[in-house]
């Protein structure tokens, strides 16, 4: 089924975002890319997020890829996803999807020393600055407005989002 949906220009992205999912879309996108076969490819999304390396890979792979790809919220774009939909090219949801952006949140261990705690501290801040650097760019505001966005951790319908510029069109159907 998934191969089915590639030849027709088709990536769906469901789940939990992961460095294997980040790297499945790397192999899809090359895939087509190589193939030419299509202009723009539908990138359907029904993600709760998750990793957010995985998914800042994911962003720079599609927004650099040279296929232009519309990102489609079926259901929701959450979390990480919510940042791989603002990669795409042309970004659209479904009525019904819902959309949410938040802060990251860092995984510690009980164990960790001083050090170790300070350095995953160091490299989630380091993340979450480039969340906002994406956020910002997208809503044409200064960091200072994404941060304070982010911190709401709002669950928008797809209409919110298009008026706040994360999403360009509300679709009933995909093109």
Known sequence: MLRDMLEKGVIYLSGEVTPRMAEQLGKAMMWLDAVKRFETVNLIIDSQ??????????????????????????????????????????????????????????????????????E???????????LYRIIASKLGKPIEEATRFSKLEMCMSAY??????????????IP
Do not use: P, W
């Open 160 to 173: 919110e989002a298009l008026e706040r510029g994360f999403v360009d069109e509300v679709i009933d159907l």
């Open 49 to 118: 997020g998750g990793s957010v390396v995985a998914g800042l890979q994911m962003y720079e792979l599609i927004r650099n890829s040279s296929i232009s790809v519309r990102g489609v919220v079926y259901r929701r774009a959450f979390s990480t996803a919510a940042i791989v939909l603002q990669a795409c090219h042309k970004r659209v949801a479904f009525s019904s999807a819902e959309i949410l952006f938040h802060d990251t949140r860092a995984e510690v261990r009980v164990t960790d020393s001083e050090e170790e705690l300070a």
């Open 120 to 130: 995953v501290l160091k490299s989630a801040r380091k993340r979450q600055q480039m």
